[in-house]
């Protein structure tokens, strides 16, 4: 079950952490709304990259005939991976890799009429992306995705945050900190240290949530095989295939 706090819970440990629970001028609601925006987006940041993907979400492409590039989801900040599918029933996913700039050109020497099974890799361009080679109609490729952070300057003190496993304390003591900054208090030091403390936990929390690490295969002399989609895997586990 999540652990849930309100935003209007969020504001009122800010005030307390910085000292400033009864001064609503100085530091208004409005004002903590927006550090505690701040605070949550860089929360977010830390959460992703430490591979904790507890604000994970979905959607799907179809492909359409003549079509490789696509637009991304509106809601998106950071793509997570990429999946083909290729069973509805039961429903199975193959990963789909990305692409490196230096490899945006690997498939353009493909003969008119050779059989592609599937998109081989895949590239951001913009807001859009770009499946090489371009795959058969119809095909359909799932897209991972953490959304963009909710601003919580627009929402009502009621709204719920998930603290996921108390992570919020972080939010709060970032939030504090910058309070006490605006303040001109020399005290916001001690709240740096335990910012420093929470964000050394999600970390460890993410080395210990992945025990394998994606390793891309390569030859020595830098060539890639063809596979028009059929091929090997591009990673492998730490310890072998």
């Excluded at 069973?87 to 493909?110: C, I, K």
């Excluded at 909710?150 to 719920?160: G, N, S």
């Excluded at 304390?169 to 309070?179: E, Q, S």
Aim: aromatic share 10%; hydrophobic share 35%; glycine share 8%.
């Amino acid at each position: 079950m999540a652990r849930t706090v309100t935003i209007g819970n969020l504001k009122t440990r800010v005030r307390e952490r910085a000292d400033c629970v009864s001064d609503t001028e100085f530091i208004t609601d409005a004002e903590l709304g927006r550090l505690l925006s701040e605070a949550y987006c860089e929360l977010v940041d830390l959460l992703i990259t430490a591979d904790i993907h507890q604000f994970e979400t979905t959607d799907t492409v179809t492909i359409t005939a003549n079509v490789d590039t696509y637009a991304l989801p509106t809601d998106m900040y950071k793509l997570l991976g990429v999946d083909f599918r290729w069973s509805t029933s039961p429903s199975r996913y193959e990963d789909v890799p990305m692409l490196g700039f230096s490899e945006r050109n690997d498939y353009s020497t493909l003969t008119q009429g050779a059989i592609v099974a599937r998109a081989s890799g895949y590239r951001i361009i913009g807001d859009g992306i770009q499946f090489i080679p371009q795959p058969p109609a119809g095909q359909v490729y799932r897209l991972s995705y953490a959304p963009a952070p909710v601003d919580f300057e627009a929402l009502p003190d009621a709204t719920l945050v998930d603290g996921i496993a108390g992570y919020e304390a972080l939010i709060v003591v970032m939030a504090a900190a910058n309070t006490r900054v605006k303040e001109e208090s020399s005290s916001y030091r001690d709240l740096l240290a335990e910012r420093d403390r929470l964000i050394a936990r999600i970390a460890q929390q993410g080395w210990d949530r992945a025990p394998v690490q994606q390793i891309a295969e390569g030859r020595e002399d830098g060539a890639r095989d063809y596979d028009a989609g059929y091929g090997r895997s591009r990673y492998r586990r730490r310890d072998g295939w």
